[in-house]
């Protein structure tokens, strides 16, 4: 058995809106899961070796619960466009580049290695219509630590000239991609990337995959008023546009919807009564003005939902810019509505990006005993204060001022990682 034992000002997000703290903790993980956090050291513990981080912060890692990897070198740009534009004009020819696997091979090992950098452990990813670049992305991301879910996207309409398929290749594509998925901590998830680029045909022949191999599922829904118009015009027999998918086998507790931003009561309703997660992916919302999405009211609900950064909708990989994103999003729909509802604190933000999705992969909140550590260590000593803070001022402020380089050491599944 391998012990491990880790040393600091223990920060874990154990509820929705209250973090507990053990100053000069220690977290105990074996075989990478943890074991125990504890203000006192057992003795039984004597002759291990403690890797003592002083009076550095160490918070659970972030998990990214959508993010589209062949985005990756366009982030940072074209953002003055709305969605569809964006999508056509920008997104796609960008993706298409992704069927040459030597530049899919040094782009997702630059991305694994920055989401390693900014805390990031855990991913559910897009990746593009291409099966061996979404290889490449799976084992760059096992390389470097990450774990997760990844799907090769599935798109046979509206993909212009260079990123579509054909329904039966799309299908042959994606069987044999998973039979060639061999890594442990890195999943296939199905995609199909959102109604508008799948044919019925392609959506039935998705969701029985799903259903016969018990693979989970991820795609966009009701993210901006024009593409859920579209989404209409294309299935004239369903009232919401989450029933494009439920039809067709692909609605279910293991199902992730990015955005949700225009997801009225109803659509809210049959999320909650399937347990389908939602994505709220702030900074992409506000770059493609898509909107502010009912976050408070979806937490009310009781539904499922976490946070995504949408690069290259959204600008930054920063789970800690993302976690912001979210709380500013929240305030500014809090604004617009004259106080009702109510905003995000940042425990409650944080919560969502790291505690919420862990029970995606059926792990408990904070540093619970038997989840896996997934750990990152923040110094802040080299930043100015006026007076002695308290452990939950110095979290706040390492949220708030997102500084990439405050990441002194990551732990992921166990391992030291950065
Ligand atoms: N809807 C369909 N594809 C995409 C995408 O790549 N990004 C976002 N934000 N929405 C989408
Ligand atoms: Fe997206």
New binding site residues.
Partial sequence: MNRLIIKGNIISADSFNNISIYENGYIVAEDGVIREVTGKLDRKYGSDTVTDYKDALIMQSFTDM?L?AP?YPMLGMGLDMS?LE??NTY?FPT?AYFRDEGFARSAYSMLAKELIRNGTTRVVM?SSIHRKATLILMEELDKAGITGYVGKVNMDRNGGRDLEEETGESIRETLKWLDECKWENIKPIITP??T??CTNELMQALGKIAEERNLPIQ??LS??VS?QEWVSSLHPDCSHYYMTYEKYGLWNGRTVM??CVWSDEEERKAMKESGVWAVH?PS??IN?T?GYAPVKEMIREGMNIALGS?I???DSLSMFSNTVSAIKSSKARHMMLEGKPDFLTVEEAFYLASSAPAAFFGEKPGFAAGNPLNAIVLTDSSLPSVRRLSVKERFERSIYRREPHAVKAVYSNGKKVL
């Fill in positions: 959508h589209h985005q969605l964006w999508l997104t993706e897009f990337r959102f508008p680029s795609s966009h993210e901006n593409e990015a955005h992916c992409s919302n493609l898509s949408d290259a909708g959204g």
